[in-house]
T-cell receptor
């Protein structure tokens, strides 16, 4: 069963704590993305990666970090520097050229601050 | 600045009725326009993608139109079903510029189908 999985579904963060969101895909896609979704807002790009061991900052990268050590995996770490982390986080992937190809989204992780 | 505006912000219709959602954009140079459906608490799923030369594309009961001259798109839903209750997001891709990944997302239209 091909697709994108994200875990956990819900994540709670204490103040000053770093947390990592998992994103795995078995679609053999080269490109992967992380978006943040807030109520009443469009999706905003955090980071994206077009190939293994390479990634670029999106529009709101401050307070976040990523790695792309394997083609299938693109974890996102929300650091303590991100002062307003409460949001719905979506991971996506596409075959190649992000401007031309359809993105496939995971089910999302909802991050809440305690 | 590239922008995508969707209207209405929210819409409530009775099951079985038709409805039309609007998307106006200022993205340039235009590459393609996509409509996604996002169920509550889930990731978006692609419905249609249209390039400059396409003015209509259908996916079952969903029909998207594109007028590249006026920079407007619409998504028409025929014979609505309860499962159509979701947010519908318009996404426009630029050949250059735009967001870091070349995509500009609308805020979505929240559609509720009542029995």
């Amino acid at each position: 069963d091909g697709g994108i999985t994200q875990s956990p579904k819900y994540l709670f963060r204490k103040e000053g704590q770093n947390v990592t969101l998992s994103c795995e895909q078995n679609l053999n896609h080269d490109a992967m993305y992380w978006y943040r979704q807030d109520p009443g807002q469009g999706l905003r790009l955090i980071y994206y990666s077009q190939i293994v061991n390479d990634f670029q900052k999106g529009d709101i990268a401050e307070g976040y970090s990523v790695s792309r050590e394997k083609k299938e995996s693109f974890p996102l770490t929300v650091t303590s520097a991100q002062k307003n982390p409460t949001a719905f986080y979506l991971c996506a992937s596409s075959i190649g050229n992000r401007r031309q190809e359809t993105q496939y989204f995971g089910p999302g992780t909802r991050l809440l601050v305690l | 600045k590239n922008q995508v505006e969707q209207s209405p912000q929210s819409l409530i219709i009775l099951e079985g009725k038709n409805c039309t959602l609007q998307c106006n954009y200022t993205v340039s140079p235009f590459s393609n326009l996509r409509w996604y459906k996002q169920d509550t608490g889930r990731g978006p799923v692609s419905l249609t993608i249209m390039t400059f030369s396409e003015n209509t594309k259908s996916n079952g009961r969903y029909t998207a139109t594109l007028d590249a001259d006026t920079k407007q798109s619409s998504l028409h839903i025929t014979a609505s079903q309860l499962s159509d209750s979701a947010s519908y997001i318009c996404v426009v891709s630029a050949n250059s510029g735009g967001g870091a990944d070349g995509l500009t997302f609308g805020k979505g239209t929240h559609l509720i189908i009542q029995p």
